[in-house]
């Protein structure tokens, strides 16, 4: 029986070969490779522009700082010297490498007019808020440091004053606002403390005296202090005279302090009204034993004793002043006289306040607002000062120096530790 011969398997469509396609050459497969790569390094182009800060080279945005200065009005000369200065600070600061930490950031001042009063030294710090500044330095005055201070402590903002004096700058609990330069207290202990042993040096001769001051916050603050605690070291108050600021004619006052006499007259004034008593009594030859002045603003200026030095020869001061054995204090001092401005204490004071700010950038590596100064113990400054150390706000490192105008010169005489010359006491003999 013959074999059946099986029937062919169908074929499943599956197993159809495709067609064969033209393989690419080597050149259209490395053509293809390029636009590839063209694509990606494209998208990571624009990706790195779009972050430019991880470029490398890319320069940090720049630190704002506040300067905060009365360069209008009554007090326009001082806010002039504290302008000037803290530019001089700014410029050398960003002349050294801005501050390194934050990769070499450069300062950018921004400037307010404080206009000589506590509601535009306002007006200036909501200005200064706006444009995000990180500290703000400066005010001069107690009334405009306080007002100032006091609005930068709703935005955190630090705020370190310049010259005002008032404690209550500082005894207010503010957390952002401090002072490098000594306030009330500290003062008045200085000038009791000099004044005694200038007094006991040459044998006691000095008894009463009539104190002169500007009938604002600085002049009637310090005076409370000294007609309380000067009486405790054997001395008699024959008089307050209180003067506005400014003052035309300061006549009434030299004749009142011609009837009283006093062995020392003690000025608390600004540099017109102080200028305007000196001359004053010069003419109407009031000579008391010396005039010893205390935080005065013309007793410590070389304006005062380049224009009228025989109405400033031998008036002392206890107040701010440079430590004249620091030779940087030399190199502003050329830089100010190239610039046609005198050196007044305000220069050195400003210059070191904006660098103490800047040191503390420095060690925060940051601008940040919140604990920028507190922790400062910056001690690379131009005064007569230690380590800078803060409690409640208050440089404790600070204090006055005694200074006497001598022959056109404006000499430290105590603390020893920073004097250029001896006190002469009595000055009118």
Not at 19 to 40: E, G, Q, S
Not at 106 to 126: C, H, L, T, W, Y
Not at 219 to 243: H, N, Y
Not at 255 to 265: A, V
């Amino acid at each position: 029986m013959a074999k059946r011969k099986p029937k062919p398997k169908p074929k499943s469509k599956c197993s159809k070969r495709r067609p064969k396609t033209k393989r690419r050459n080597d050149k259209t497969r490395i053509d293809i490779t390029r636009r590839k790569a063209l694509r990606t390094g494209t998208a990571a182009a624009a990706a790195t522009l779009a972050a430019p800060s991880v470029l490398w080279g890319a320069k940090p945005d720049p630190v704002k700082l506040g300067i905060l200065q009365p360069v209008t009005g009554a007090l326009a000369q001082d806010g002039q010297f504290g302008r000037k200065s803290a530019e001089m600070a700014i410029a050398d600061i960003n002349v050294a490498g801005g501050i390194k930490s934050m990769d070499g950031a450069k300062i950018e001042m921004v400037f307010g007019d404080a206009r000589s009063n506590p509601e535009a030294g306002v007006q200036e710090v909501e200005t200064m808020q706006s444009e995000d500044v990180a500290a703000i330095v400066g005010g001069f005055t107690s009334p405009i440091c306080l007002a100032a201070s006091q609005v930068a402590a709703r935005y955190d903002l630090a705020y370190m004053v310049d010259v005002g004096v008032s404690d209550s700058i500082t005894s207010r609990g503010l957390a952002n606002t401090f002072r490098f330069a000594p306030g009330f207290s500290i003062c008045t202990k200085i000038v009791i403390e000099n004044l005694v042993k200038l007094n006991e040096a040459a044998g006691n001769p000095a008894r009463t005296i009539a104190l002169v001051h500007e009938d604002g916050l600085f002049g009637t603050g310090l005076s409370d202090l000294m007609e309380k605690q000067l009486p405790e070291f054997g001395f008699e108050i024959v008089e307050r005279i209180a003067v506005p600021t400014p003052s035309r004619d300061l006549s009434n006052v030299a004749l009142r302090l011609r009837s009283l006499n006093p062995d020392l007259i003690i000025p608390s004034t600004c540099y017109g009204e102080t200028v305007l008593l000196a001359r004053t009594m010069q003419q109407q030859r009031v000579r008391p034993m010396a005039v010893y002045a205390v935080l005065n603003g013309a007793a410590s200026n070389r304006r005062f004793v380049d224009e009228f030095p025989e109405a400033a020869e031998g008036i002392m001061d206890v107040n701010h002043w440079y430590d004249p054995l620091n030779e940087k204090n030399a190199g502003l001092i050329e830089r100010s006289e190239a610039d046609g401005r005198i050196y007044a204490f305000n220069t050195p004071l400003n210059y070191s306040n904006v660098m103490l700010v800047a040191d503390a950038m420095e060690r925060a590596g940051s601008a940040d607002r919140a604990g920028l100064i507190a922790a400062s113990t910056f001690k690379d400054h131009l005064m007569t000062y230690g380590p800078t150390k803060f409690e409640g706000g208050q440089n404790t490192g600070a204090a006055p120096v005694s200074t006497q105008m001598q022959e056109v010169e404006i000499k430290v005489v105590r603390p020893e530790e920073f004097a250029n010359a001896k006190a002469k006491f009595p000055a009118n003999t």
